[in-house]
């Protein structure tokens, strides 16, 4: 599909220069001509320029100068996250070998993130910024451009980041250099008593290195709320590149919530940058699961950058269109690495190859008719004992329980189980492969959730299968949590749910070693999922989670 675009734009530009060529001929016989071949000439210019592809990088960054959890100077933070951007650099230049336009880094990337930090600890690692209003760039750091700011003293991180993309000629995008903001009780009843608000910040840069974007995270986590402060009056934040794609903005937990996605798609906008340092919810919700599952739901194009500190705990990072894979990394070690990713994008995401846009579990959610469930005559089997105790599922807010059925995945089984739970239906047909390690059999569990996950809040329905971790102190029936490793082969699986009209259904699929399923090997209705044929591979989990996206 890319390539065809590329002989597309190619042609585009052929046209355009026969017509110029035409133009230089006519325009001393013909003047009214000479106006209609001048307006033919823009237009196919502005062809060129609005269509075909771009080349995008995302780091998955192993921070290799954290940030103490004592108390440093300002001195001492400046030089430890120089030493990240020199790191940076590194990749920056594989990146630009590899004709990459624009590059994007994860939450925490110049730092890393301690849980010791206070605001005191955090305050030596921010820095003032500069306002940004789109489209009006006049802030250039690298060239000491910035209205009254002194750069060297008050900014001096925000200067060297610029100096790097226009040393570079190319966008990046930089989540992590965290912005203070000087204020005073005196004058504002919501300044914090320490007279400054703080602020988890990501920055863009053009080829130039002037200062396109300052976005500050408008959903906060639980650990950053002693930390940073609320945006009071949050804001999509976008930016336009000179390769004509305009990115909007997101910042980790942001990407659980509706706003601001729901807002960049009503701008029309359906490129997205997604920075982040996820705490992966194995095999639940993972940082990659998530990311997937949301450039499908909004039909987009999404990159993903995610810390690589925590390993398999926190890794994943991505290039997606609309739900299918371009390049993706999910760590499957305890190894801590960096993995640099490249791909390349339509700028129109809606004409990926692959995507209709009449399909898609995320089409027609919210039109008040609901999520059917399929095969309704199927009545629970009696073989299989709903539930509602003696399970653990990691993250989990409210008192509810999570009901389930669990069932032993032997080599050559298939089977057919439903479960309710609130306002929630599952229906799951498997069948195991009889090349299944028989002396390993597994443990699986289909379950139904309603309730908070993270944190108040994060109201969430879940339809899912995963696999049961084994318990040694036997204290529940079947804990999922801190899993990646599957050994059972599925031959087929078709999982289907019916849920509240209102939920935005996002499907998460993970095989052996937390690896995204690719979309190619899945049928995806509205409210089903299931393998093609010759599917055989190791399940991990497959999740139907709704979510309150205002219709959306």
Known sequence: MITKKRKIESKILIEAVSFFLAFCILIEKHQEMKKILFLIIIQ??????????????VLEYNTVHVAPSNL?????ANTLMEKNIEEFKLYIEQSKLRGSQIMVFPEFSLTGFSGGWT????????????????????????????????????????????CVARNYSMVLVVAGLNEYVPCSRDRNQGCPSDGKYQYNTAVAFDEQGYLIAKYHKTHLYVEELKLFDKVSNPQPVYFKTSFGVTFGMIVCFDIMFPNPIVDYVHLGINNFIFSTFWNNVLPTITSSQMELAVSKVARGNLLASNHGDLA????????????????FWANPTSKKVSKL???DLLKNPIQSSGIQSNQGIADGVGD????????????????HAQKTVNIKLDNLVANKKPKFIKFKAEPGNSDTI??????????????????????????FALFAYQGEVFIKGTSSQYCGLMKCNPDPKKIYDCEIGNTIESNTIFESFQLTTKMSSDKTIFLFASSNGNQLINQNNLETTKNSVKSRSEFETKLLTVTFCGRDWNGF
């Open 72 to 76: 440093v100077t300002k001195s001492e």
């Open 312 to 327: 398999e705990k926190s890794s994943g990072s991505g290039i997606f269109t609309n739900g299918e894979i371009i390049s």
């Open 368 to 383: 008040g008719g609901g999520v059917v469930v399929g095969n309704e005559n199927n009545n629970n089997n009696n073989n």
């Open 119 to 162: 605001r005191e600890k955090l305050f030596p690692y921010l820095e003032l910024l500069p306002e940004i209003t789109p489209g009006d760039y006049y802030c250039n750091p690298c060239l000491n451009r910035c209205g009254s700011f002194n750069l060297d003293k008050d900014s001096r991180i925000l200067k060297q980041l610029s």
């Open 44 to 57: 196919l210019f502005y062809t060129a320029l609005t269509s075909g592809t771009y080349r995008a990088s």
């Open 418 to 443: 439903t479960l309710e739970n609130e306002n929630i239906q599952c229906s799951l047909n498997y069948k195991i492969s009889s090349n299944s390690d028989s002396k390993a059999t597994e443990t």
């Open 341 to 343: 990713l490249v791909g």
